[in-house]
Nanobody, 114 residues
Framework: QVQLVESGGGLVQPGGSLRLSCAAS????????MGWYRQAPGKQRELVAG???????NYADSVKGRFAISRDNAKNTVYLQMNSLKPEDTAVYYC????????WGQGTQVTVSS
C-alpha cells in the first residue's frame, strides 16, 4: 500500500516562505499526476496545485504566482514552494494523486500569522 508523508510545514509570518515535501513509498509518481491540497478549519479540502507526469502545472487562482509545484520522480517526491504567504493560506496541506485516489496522509500544518 502506498503511503504519503508530508513535511515542511510550520509557523511563518505573512510574506514569508515555506517549502513542503511529500515522499511516497513506491513508484507511483512515474505514472500519476500529483497534487497538493489544503484544508482550512471549517472548510472542504481543495486542490491548490497539480503537476502532470510530464511536468505541466496548474494552480488555484488563490495561489497562482505565489506557489510552485515540482516533482522528482527519481526520489518519489513532490514539492510545493510557497512564497508571499498570507494568513488565508493557513491550513493543513496534503499531497495525493490528482484526483486523489490514495489514502490521505497526516498532512503538514501551515500557519501564517504575525
Amino acid at each position: 500500500q502506498v503511503q504519503l508523508v508530508e513535511s515542511g510545514g510550520g509557523l511563518v509570518q505573512p510574506g514569508g516562505s515555506l517549502r513542503l515535501s511529500c515522499a511516497a513509498s513506491g513508484s507511483i509518481f512515474k505514472i500519476y499526476p500529483m497534487g497538493w491540497y489544503r484544508q482550512a478549519p471549517g472548510k472542504q479540502r481543495e486542490l491548490v496545485a497539480g503537476i502532470t507526469t510530464s511536468g505541466s502545472t496548474n494552480y488555484a487562482d488563490s495561489v497562482k504566482g505565489r506557489f510552485a509545484i515540482s516533482r522528482d520522480n527519481a526520489k518519489n517526491t513532490v514539492y510545493l514552494q510557497m512564497n508571499s504567504l498570507k494568513p488565508e493560506d493557513t491550513a493543513v496541506y496534503y499531497c495525493n494523486t490528482n484526483p486523489g485516489i490514495l489514502s490521505w496522509g497526516q498532512g503538514t500544518q501551515v500557519t501564517v500569522s504575525s
